[in-house]
């Protein structure tokens, strides 16, 4: 009797187990639902990863059960019934939604529907995108199709326009916003969709919107920051600026400030978005002679120049010799600001200057390193007969490597003139 009760209460066990591994199993048969995708015509896609097929049987799963609502995150009206568990997509038409994802979110999920028990999906919506339209721009705003994005899908959302009926990527962003600067001249209507990928199996996609009215650029590009200005050998300029951030700019025109007529006066263009220098430049006048300043704007695809941007100014190195004294002062005039730091003055500062000098046309060698409010140095004990040659060198405060240099000047180290004859006016002898 013992022993057939220890035998019967073994398969109870046994069955208790299994009844709990089939349980188990049934815990694994909620389909995850990846993908939401709104097409043209306002039907709406879902792509989803099923269970596997052996628990499916194994709990007698009948099919899936899409329920749907536009009003809550909890949809509860079944839109597709009878499913079958081996199908993982399906396109509901508009016809069947009970709003249209062009208005509004839509919300699903799907039942897996069991002998014993239903189990439900996570719950997804349609990526519901409006467009505001600004003056110039053009402001998107979006949902996520749930509040934690599904697994395996991007954190990337990618910004497609359609322009005279071609779409392109135009941009991603991990925000559920972006605002679009409009840089087509013309006045043109623009649609706009957003899209986010799973990993391998699909990509889920916003309704198509566009604004009401038309979009145009309204502005031009904005303002340059200036680099540097540096003079070279030769006496000729390198000018240097910021390569400009609006994504429709041709090309630079560069400006030298005309004192006589009290304005800046277009010297040259440059083409092309890249380019970021005026190297070698001799069309301004001698930085020898006395101090330039220039600027530049950006010019748009729209022919539109932006405002002329802060000036910077040659570095203008005049030496005075005192031949009796034997010393050379070195004096130049301030450079406002460097641009190695963003180029706006009172912010981005200077940190100082380098004076450089030279033998008898040998190579330059750094003579001194003065403080940022320094104009001037000596240069004594000159009693040697050489020529010396300098020039001065200005540098970024956050960085030593933004430089621009001063023209550069010789003077011929003489010894002092002898002294002038005496003569012997008086004299007396004891």
């Known amino acids: 009797m013992g022993i057939g009760t220890k035998k019967y209460t073994g398969l109870f066990i046994v069955a ?17 639902i990846r993908c939401v995708a709104v097409d043209s015509a306002g039907d709406v896609s879902l792509t989803w990863v099923t269970p596997s097929p052996a628990s499916l049987s194994a709990d007698g799963a009948s099919g899936y059960t899409i329920d749907s609502s536009s009003v ?3 949809p509860n009206g079944a839109i597709e ?67 934690t994005l599904p697994q395996g899908s991007s954190k990337w959302y990618q910004i497609w326009r359609e322009y005279k009926y071609v779409w392109s990527l135009i941009d991603s962003t991990q925000n559920t916003t972006y605002i679009d600067t409009i840089t087509y001249c013309d006045t ?12 391998t199996i699909c990509v889920s996609t916003s309704n198509i919107a566009g604004s009401k009215s038309y979009f145009k650029e309204q502005f031009g590009p904005p303002q340059v920051v200036m680099d540097t200005v540096s003079v070279t050998q030769g006496d000729s300029v390198d000018i240097t600026w910021a390569k400009s951030p609006k994504k429709n700019v041709t090309g630079y025109i560069i400006y030298v400030y005309n004192y006589h007529l009290g304005g800046y006066q277009p010297i040259d263009t440059v083409w092309g978005i890249n380019t970021d220098s005026l190297l070698n430049y001799t ?5 020898s002679d006395s101090s330039i300043t220039f600027a530049v704007a950006a010019l748009d695809g729209c022919g539109k120049a932006g405002p002329i941007s802060n000036p910077q100014n040659t570095l203008f190195l005049q030496v005075k010799h005192n031949i009796c004294a ?43 390193s003065l403080g940022k409010n320094v104009r001037s140095y000596t240069d004594s004990n000159l009693h040697t007969r050489e020529l010396r040659g300098y020039y001065v060198q200005v540098y970024d405060s956050a960085s030593m490597d933004t430089t621009a240099s001063s023209n550069v000047v010789q003077d011929s180290i003489l010894p002092p003139p002898p002294p002038p004859k005496n003569y012997l006016q008086n004299s007396t002898v004891f």
């Open 72 to 74: 809550s995150n909890s």
């Open 16 to 32: 208790f187990l299994l009844g709990g591994l089939k349980h188990v199993d049934a815990q694994n048969d909620a389909v995850s």
């Open 283 to 287: 069309g301004a006048g001698n930085p």
């Open 81 to 147: 019934t009878g499913i079958s568990t081996a199908v993982t997509y399906t396109t509901i038409p508009y016809t069947s939604l009970p709003k249209s994802p062009n208005t509004e979110p839509i919300y699903f999920n799907i039942t897996t529907n069991n002998t014993n028990l239903n189990y439900t999906s996570n719950t997804v919506s349609t990526i519901f995108l409006t467009i505001t339209n600004n003056i110039g721009t053009a402001q998107l705003n979006w949902n996520p199709i749930s509040t």
């Open 188 to 199: 043109t209507y623009l649609n706009y969709q957003v899209k986010i990928a799973d990993s």
């Open 326 to 368: 034997q010393y050379n002062t070195l004096t130049w005039n301030s450079y406002e600001f460097i641009a190695g730091g963003g180029g706006i003055k009172g912010i981005y500062d200077i940190g100082g200057y380098k004076v450089f000098y030279s033998v008898n046309s040998g190579p330059y060698q750094l003579l001194a």
